[in-house]
C-alpha cells in the first residue's frame, strides 16, 4: 500500500518534470507568430520614431551641433553640455526648480479636486447629466495658447475673489520658498482646476463600479459616512488614484504652457554656438530625468502605503491573537489556582468549602 | 433593503450649493470670454458694464476671423486633426488586438516599453525627430503627424493602445475560437467578429485622438506649421500666433481694423474654440460616457 502510492508521487513528480521541458503545440506556435504579426506596425514605430530619436538624441546631448549648409557638423563634447546648462544657463535651473515645486504641491490639489467632484456626482442628485457637461467641458478645450489668453487677459483666476489678500497672507506666514508657488495656484486657481476633467471622468467610473451592498453591509454594522470613505470607497479606487496622478503629471509637464518646454524650443533654434541641438537635447534628457523622478515618487509614495482596509484587517488580527494570549493566561492561571486549592484542602489547610468559593 | 436610503436636507443643501458654485468658477473664464468679445471699446472702458455689454456687437469677431482667415485655418484644422486620428484608430486597434488575443515571448517587454513610452517626455525624442523628417522631406507637411500615426506613435498613442487592449480582452475568446471552427483566418476573425464589438473603443479614441491632435500646439508649430511659418496651419496655431498676425492684418489700410484689445483677443479665442464646443454639444453623450465604456477602470 505503501509502496504503490509512492510509485504514484514519483510518477506525478516525473510527469510534472516532463511537462515542463514540453514544447508548446504547434496551434499555440503560430498562434504566438501571428501575434507579432499584428505588433509589426508597432515594432516599426518603436524602432523608427522611438528607439532611433532616444539614442541620436543622447548621442547629440553629448556633442555641440552646429548647422552648417554642408549639414549637421557635430563636435564631441562630453558632459560640457549639462555643466553648461546646470552651471551657466540663468533660466533652466530656475524653472526647473519652479516646475518641480508646483507640480508636486498642484498634482495632489487636482487629484483630491477631482475625487470630490466625482464623490459628489456619484450622489443621488438632480442634474446629473448637466453636471457631468460641465466639469468635462475643460477637456475639450484646454490647450496651451487658449490658457494662455486665459491668463493674460485674467480670466485663470475670479476677481470677486480678493486673491491679493490671500497671497499676501500666505507669503507672511510661509518662506518665500514655499509661499511663492502657493500664490502661483491661488493666482491661477481656475486653470489648475480645469485640468481635473479626465481623472473626474475616470474616479466617476470607478466609484459607479464599487458594489452597492457594501456600503449597506458598512451601514448595517454602524458605519458612518465618513468611516465607509476610508475603508471601502478609498481602497477600491486605489488603482485609479495612481494612474490619476500619473495622467496628471504627464498632463502638465507636456502642456506647452510649461516654460521649460519653451526653453528646449528656443535654445534648438538658438544662433549662438554653444547652443543649438546637442544643448537642446541635453536639456531635454535632464528634463526627462525629473519628470520620470516624479512620477517614480509619487508611485511609490501610492504604492507602499498600505490601503485603510488592510491596516484595519492586520489590527483587528493583532488584537484577536492579543485576546487569545489573554484568555491563555488567565485559563492557566485558573488552573493553577485550582490545583493550589486542591493542594491547601488535602493538607487540609481550607476545610470549608465556600471559602474556595468566594470569588464566585 | 426596500426603503429607499434618504439623504439629510442639509447634506443635499450642501452638495448642491457646492456643486453649483464649482460649476460656475468652472464656467467662469467661458462666460468671461464670451461676454467681453461682445464689447465694444466704449463697454470695455466703461466700469459700470461689468458683464452684458451695451449692444450685440459682431465687428470684434469679423475682425478676428479675418485676421486668423479663419475659414482657411477651420479646414487645415480639420485635416490635421482628422486624418492622423483616422490612422490611430487603425494602427492602434490592430496593435491592441495584437496584444489581447495573443500569447507570444515579449509580450510584457512590450507592455513595458509602451507605458514607458508614455511617461517619456515628447521633448526627448524631439530634435532628432526634427532632423529625420526633415531628411525625410516630410517637415512642413501633414506627413509628418500621418507617419507616426500609422505606426502607432501618435501623440498619446499608448493610451490608445491600452484602450483598445483593455477592450479586447474583455470580449470572450470563445467568439473568435468559433469563428476560427467555422474557417476564418487571423485577419477575417479579427475584422468580422471583434471589430464590430469594439464600437465604444473607437468611438473614445476617435473622441480623444481628435481633441488632442486639434489643441495640440506645441508639436504642430513644430513639425507642421514651420519655424517661418511656411507649413500648414490650425487655428489653435492662430490664436497663438494672434498678436502678430493681428497686428499685420490691422495695419493695412484697407481693413480698417480697430487696434488690438481684449474683446478682439477674447473674440479670437472665442472662434478658436467654438468648433470643438459644437462638437461637444453634438456628442455631448458620447464625451461624457467614453470614459465609462473604453473600460479603462476595468482591470
Redo the contacts between chains.
Keep these: 500500500m505503501e509502496e504503490t502510492k509512492k510509485m504514484t508521487r514519483q510518477e506525478k513528480k516525473a510527469l510534472k518534470e516532463r511537462l515542463k521541458h514540453l514544447k508548446s503545440g504547434k496551434l499555440?506556435k503560430r498562434?504566438?507568430?501571428?501575434?507579432?504579426?499584428?505588433?509589426i506596425?508597432?515594432f516599426?514605430?518603436?524602432a523608427?520614431?522611438?528607439a532611433?530619436?532616444?539614442g541620436?538624441?543622447f548621442w547629440?546631448a553629448l556633442n555641440n551641433i552646429r548647422l552648417t549648409p554642408q549639414g549637421?557638423l557635430s563636435t564631441f563634447v562630453g558632459k560640457g553640455n549639462f555643466s553648461n546648462i546646470l552651471v551657466q544657463d540663468p533660466d533652466f535651473v530656475v524653472e526647473l526648480v519652479d516646475y518641480v515645486t508646483s507640480t508636486i504641491l498642484s498634482v495632489p490639489i487636482i487629484v483630491v479636486f477631482a475625487l470630490i467632484?466625482a464623490m459628489?456626482?456619484n450622489?443621488?442628485?438632480k442634474g446629473k447629466?448637466f453636471?457631468?457637461?460641465?466639469?468635462?467641458?475643460?477637456?475639450?478645450?484646454?490647450?496651451?495658447?487658449?490658457l494662455?489668453?486665459?491668463t493674460?487677459?485674467g480670466?485663470?483666476s475670479?476677481s470677486a475673489i480678493d486673491m491679493n489678500a490671500i497671497t499676501s497672507a500666505i507669503s507672511g506666514v510661509l518662506p518665500k520658498m514655499l509661499a511663492d508657488p502657493i500664490s502661483d495656484l491661488f493666482n491661477n486657481?481656475?486653470t489648475t482646476?480645469?485640468y481635473s476633467g479626465?481623472q473626474i471622468?475616470?474616479f466617476?467610473?470607478?466609484l459607479?463600479?464599487i458594489d452597492k451592498s457594501m456600503y449597506?453591509a458598512a451601514k448595517i454594522d454602524g458605519g458612518s459616512g465618513w468611516e465607509c470613505f476610508w475603508k471601502i470607497t478609498l481602497p477600491n479606487i486605489k488603482?485609479?488614484i495612481l494612474?490619476n496622478v500619473?495622467y496628471t503629471v504627464?498632463f502638465i509637464?507636456?502642456t506647452?504652457q510649461n516654460p521649460i518646454?519653451g526653453l528646449?524650443?528656443t535654445s534648438?533654434?538658438s544662433g549662438t554656438k554653444e547652443k543649438g541641438?546637442g544643448y537642446?537635447?541635453a536639456?531635454?534628457?535632464l528634463?526627462?530625468v525629473v519628470?520620470?523622478l516624479i512620477?517614480g515618487l509619487f508611485a511609490l509614495l501610492l504604492m507602499t502605503r498600505k490601503g485603510a482596509y488592510e491596516k484595519q484587517v492586520k489590527r483587528a488580527k493583532k488584537a484577536k491573537k492579543q485576546e487569545a494570549r489573554n484568555r491563555k493566561k488567565i485559563e492557566r492561571r485558573n488552573v493553577r489556582n485550582a490545583k493550589r486549592i486542591e493542594r491547601q484542602r488535602a493538607q487540609g489547610k481550607i476545610t470549608s468549602r465556600t471559602t474556595s468559593r468566594e470569588d464566585y | 433593503?426596500g426603503t429607499k436610503?434618504k439623504?439629510g436636507f442639509l447634506k443635499?443643501f450642501m452638495?448642491?450649493a457646492?456643486?453649483i458654485c464649482?460649476?460656475f468658477?468652472?464656467?467662469?473664464?467661458?462666460l468671461?470670454?464670451v461676454s467681453?468679445s461682445f464689447m465694444t471699446l466704449d463697454d470695455l472702458l466703461d466700469s459700470s458694464i461689468k458683464w452684458i455689454p451695451s449692444s450685440f456687437n459682431l465687428a470684434n469677431y469679423k475682425q478676428a476671423a479675418a485676421s486668423m482667415d479663419f475659414w482657411s485655418s477651420l479646414g487645415q484644422s480639420i485635416l490635421l486633426a482628422g486624418i492622423p486620428t483616422i490612422c490611430n484608430l487603425i494602427?492602434c486597434s490592430?496593435?491592441g488586438?495584437?496584444?489581447a488575443?495573443?500569447?507570444?515571448?515579449g509580450?510584457s517587454i512590450?507592455m513595458g516599453?509602451i507605458i514607458l513610452?508614455?511617461?517619456?517626455?515628447?521633448?526627448?525624442?524631439?530634435?532628432?525627430?526634427?532632423?529625420?523628417y526633415s531628411n525625410l522631406g516630410i517637415l512642413n507637411t501633414i506627413w509628418a503627424f500621418i507617419?507616426?500615426a500609422?505606426?502607432?506613435?501618435g501623440i498619446n498613442a499608448p493610451i490608445f493602445?491600452l484602450i483598445f487592449w483593455q477592450f479586447f480582452r474583455q470580449i470572450p475568446k470563445v467568439l473568435n475560437e468559433a469563428a476560427k471552427i467555422d474557417g476564418a483566418g487571423?485577419f477575417e476573425s479579427?475584422y468580422k467578429v471583434s471589430l464590430p464589438s469594439a464600437k465604444p473603443a473607437f468611438i473614445t479614441v476617435a473622441l480623444f485622438s481628435f481633441?488632442w491632435y486639434?489643441?495640440?500646439?506645441?508639436l504642430t508649430s513644430?513639425y507642421v506649421h514651420g519655424?517661418t511659418g511656411e507649413g500648414m496651419t490650425s487655428l489653435?496655431?492662430q490664436?497663438?500666433n494672434?498678436a502678430t498676425n493681428y497686428n499685420s492684418y490691422a495695419s493695412t489700410a484697407v481693413s480698417g481694423a480697430a487696434s488690438l484689445n481684449?474683446s478682439i483677443?477674447?473674440a479670437?479665442?472665442m472662434l478658436?474654440?467654438l468648433p470643438?464646443?459644437l462638437?461637444?454639444f453634438v456628442l455631448?453623450k458620447q464625451?461624457?460616457e467614453?470614459?465609462?465604456r473604453a473600460g479603462?477602470?476595468?482591470?
Excluded at chain 1, 31 to 39: A, E, I, K, Q, V
Design positions: 499555440e498562434d504566438g507568430r501571428m501575434g507579432y504579426l499584428f505588433m506596425p508597432w516599426i514605430g518603436v523608427v520614431f522611438l532611433y530619436p532616444l541620436t538624441s547629440y549637421l467632484i459628489m456626482l450622489m443621488k442628485i447629466s453636471f457631468r457637461l460641465i466639469f468635462f467641458l475643460p477637456v475639450i478645450i484646454v490647450s496651451g495658447p487658449i494662455g489668453m486665459l493674460e487677459e480670466a485663470g475670479i486657481m481656475i482646476l480645469w479626465v471622468l475616470i466617476l467610473s470607478g459607479q463600479k449597506e488603482p485609479l494612474l500619473v504627464i509637464s507636456s506647452s518646454i528646449i524650443q534648438m533654434f541641438y537642446a537635447a536639456m531635454a534628457w528634463y526627462t519628470v520620470i512620477v | 433593503m436610503d439623504e443635499l452638495v448642491y457646492l456643486l464649482i460649476g468658477i468652472y464656467l467662469y473664464p467661458i468671461h470670454m467681453v494602427s490592430i496593435i488586438y495584437g496584444l488575443r495573443f500569447n507570444f515571448p509580450k512590450c516599453v513610452s508614455y511617461v517619456l517626455p515628447s521633448q526627448v525624442t524631439m530634435i532628432p525627430t526634427y532632423v529625420l507617419l507616426p500609422m505606426f502607432g506613435q493602445i487571423y479579427f481633441v486639434w489643441n495640440e500646439a506645441y513644430l519655424f489653435v496655431i490664436l497663438q494672434f481684449e483677443n477674447m479670437g479665442t478658436s474654440i470643438l464646443l462638437l461637444y455631448q464625451f461624457v467614453s470614459i465609462d479603462i477602470t476595468g482591470e
